[in-house]
């Protein structure tokens, strides 16, 4: 298949995009998402689900995604649509997630502005911070500055009053976005020369400096000890796996877009593992970073007769970076100082990410509608500052919580990451891709990169989906009610939200493009089908495996249980379909030929039904693991395996990259 000859914008070198794209990977999820996600899920038991999506799944979707952006030259939305016209709107679902996205990143980023400029009104009032305050009641200052002197936050899903203190930064927040963009990738492969390595600056010192204060090891206990029951809710995989997908930007059209301004001859497989292992790095550190400064400050506290242990202030999300750490920061000397550097680096993380999801939603419209970007760009900045308002108002932070919570979890991208392997793997020649991030790379893919994308990956998303959705839904769940019979006016909303995504991606790809870009695999239709008996043997045989497994569901409560024979006659069943179809898949794909549609079908239905028997087994089994909620972790020590845990961490950054870079180096000597 012949590229299209054509002039697209690129970016000025292999550096620029490497840090554009681990800009848009490191963000707000990295400083302020991942510590405390380790920390609520099992401390250093959570890197066991984290690491192996990290490399299981995120590395491989990353290259999948570059190797189609790449390839197709083209924003999401038309890039799926040259893989054929009715995949247009996965690439539409992921923008527009990407679009809820940017209503509310920015709003973090606005806190981050205020709380820099709180840091910098401590310097001058000479070294007091508003939110000082020493012992617990210190804690309690810090959290009612955060939550009532700034938020005026109210309860409820009540919205209450727009914020005036909030307005300007966010608005401040909006037009360093904006100017970053305005002029293109050629400008913003200049900035992240500085927004990515600044702020990686930043945090080692931060961590340096934790880590060097007397009682730090303590904190860390609180990250790194693990708490091993924590591996047995869904819960702690489906945040290790949506966290992966968040902090990679993974499934909402940046990454595949940003690669379709890579030159045409740039690696692929190799920058997509050094963004891969720089973003764990980003996110490992920071823990270390905050959690040894917790330490220090329970040290401290301690010392001074009014003890304040890490539990004590540690709380989920926002509260981490806007009271426990500014807390921590008020209890050591030179505290605003560091606060600065705290929320600058926030910022300068953060940035970069806004302004990616911004320009994958703009290249996606204008490669659509051959708008200009320079009157596209001033509009969707308007409109999502406009949506911004709805965050900050008084109840602004709890909404934005459960919005973050939808986008991000099973509803959001898990289901999209899914449906992105299942189509590209099973309706498209994923050969074709593999072989186009071959040809430019470093080091080579083997065929196991189809098989994860088009079986693997599917069937542990798949199980993850269904895994939560027995969890929500599963017998004496009532979803969209509270336990008083009310309606959980959070959940309807975040469902209206994740529900009118794919309703409006469709419409968005039904609308006639300025382009004819489905045309780019159209010879697809006129090709010799084959296989046709094979396809329809495992069609067959998925839907009896389908047949038994909802009988099985409907007349025994051993569903999923894999000591049931039905059950086990089931996988089996799926498990062959799967293999003839992904036989058939490899054998008849080629340029001229086409292997039957029952095949991709089948291996589709398959890949879900091994998922749902898996899940259903998951459910039972962990379902009456005992969960101990909270782990007193009082010692002042690290424990044995955490130090191990600490050590493997560290090899395997090191030893990634150095084989990353080895490979790079190796690469460039042959060509010259
Ligand atoms: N990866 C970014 C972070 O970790 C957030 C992000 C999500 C950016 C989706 C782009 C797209 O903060």
Not at 25 to 45: E, H, I, M
Not at 168 to 176: G, H
Not at 454 to 459: A, Q
Request: hydrophobic letters at 50%; a neutral charge; charged letters at 10%.
């Amino acid at each position: 298949m012949e590229m299209l000859e054509e002039q697209r914008e690129t970016w000025g070198s292999r550096g620029g995009f490497v840090l554009a794209a681990v800009g848009s990977a490191v963000g707000l999820g990295n400083l302020w998402g991942f510590p405390y996600k380790l920390y609520s899920y099992g401390g250093g038991a959570f890197l066991i689900p984290y690491i192996l999506a990290m490399f299981c799944i995120g590395i491989p979707m990353l290259i999948l995604e570059f190797s189609l952006g790449h390839f197709t030259q083209r924003a999401a939305p038309n890039a799926y649509a040259r893989t054929g016209r009715k995949k247009e709107f996965i690439g539409w679902w992921g923008i527009i997630l990407g679009f809820v996205i940017i209503t509310y990143y920015p709003v973090i980023l606005a806190y981050c502005v205020s709380f820099m400029g709180f840091s910098i009104q401590g310097i001058i009032n000479g070294g007091k911070l508003p939110w000082a305050g020493t012992g617990i009641e210190g804690v309690e200052n810090a959290k009612t500055f955060f939550s009532q002197t700034y938020l005026g936050a109210i309860d409820g899903p009540a919205l209450g009053s727009i914020r005036t203190n909030l307005i300007i930064p966010l608005l401040i927040t909006w037009v360093a976005m904006y100017f970053c963009i305005f002029r293109g990738v050629k400008l913003v492969s200049k900035i992240v020369w500085l927004t990515v390595p600044l702020p990686g600056l930043m945090l080692v010192v931060l961590a340096v400096r934790g880590l060097t204060l007397e009682g730090s090891m303590q904190g860390l206990v609180y990250f790194l000890d693990p708490v091993w029951s924590q591996l047995a809710k869904p819960s702690t995989w489906r945040f290790a796996f949506g966290q992966v997908f968040f902090s990679l930007s993974l499934a909402f059209g940046v990454m595949l877009t940003y690669a379709s301004f890579l030159h045409r001859k740039s690696d692929i497989n190799n920058n997509a593992a050094i963004i891969g292992l720089a973003d764990f790095v980003t996110s490992f550190i920071a823990g270390l970073a905050i959690f040894a400064t917790l330490g220090g400050m329970a040290f401290v506290t301690a010392q001074a007769g009014a003890a304040v242990g890490v539990e004590n202030v540690v709380d989920a999300g926002p509260g981490l970076a806007f009271v426990a750490f500014p807390y921590a920061l008020a209890q050591l000397p030179g505290a605003p100082w560091w606060s600065l550097v705290f929320f600058f680096t926030l910022i300068t993380l953060g940035i970069d990410s806004g302004f990616s999801i911004t320009e994958s939603v703009l290249a996606g419209l204008v490669d659509k509608t051959g708008w200009r970007r320079c009157i596209v760009l001033p509009v969707m900045s308007l409109v999502g500052l406009g949506f911004g308002l709805f965050y900050i108002t008084q109840g602004g932070l709890s909404w934005l919580g459960v919005i973050d919570g939808f986008i991000n979890g099973t509803w959001g991208i898990a289901f999209l990451g899914l449906l992105e392997c299942v189509v590209l793997g099973w309706l498209y020649r994923i050969e074709t891709l593999r072989e186009h991030a071959n040809e430019r790379s470093d080091w080579q893919l083997g065929k196991w990169w189809n098989y994860s994308i088009r079986i693997f990956i599917p069937i542990i998303l798949g199980t993850l989906f269904m895994w939560s959705l027995f969890d929500d839904f599963g017998p004496g769940q009532n979803f969209f009610k509270d336990a008083g019979g009310q309606w959980n006016i959070y959940n309807c909303v975040g469902m209206a939200v994740i529900a009118a995504a794919p309703v409006l991606a469709i419409i968005m790809s039904l609308i006639k493009g300025a382009q004819r870009d489905d045309d780019f695999t159209d010879s697809q239709n006129g090709l010799i089908v084959e296989a046709k008996s094979l396809g329809v043997l495992a069609f067959l045989m998925t839907v009896i495996a389908a047949v038994i497994i909802l009988v099985t569901a409907k007349f025994s409560s051993s569903f999923g249980n894999l000591s049931g024979y039905s059950a086990m006659l089931a996988m089996a069943l799926a498990i062959a379909a799967i293999i003839i179809s992904n036989y058939v898949m490899d054998r008849y794909s080629t340029k001229t030929v086409r292997p039957s549609a029952f095949a991709s079908w089948a291996g589709i239905i398959g890949t879900l039904e091994v998922s749902a028997l898996i899940a259903g087994m998951l459910v039972r089994i962990t379902r009456d693991a005992i969960v101990a909620e909270t782990v007193s972790k009082a010692s002042a020590k690290l424990s044995g395996t955490s130090y191990v845990i600490l050590g493997a961490v560290f090899m395997i950054i090191v030893v990634g990259m150095s084989w990353c870079f080895y490979k790079a180096i190796s690469r460039q000597d042959e060509e010259e």
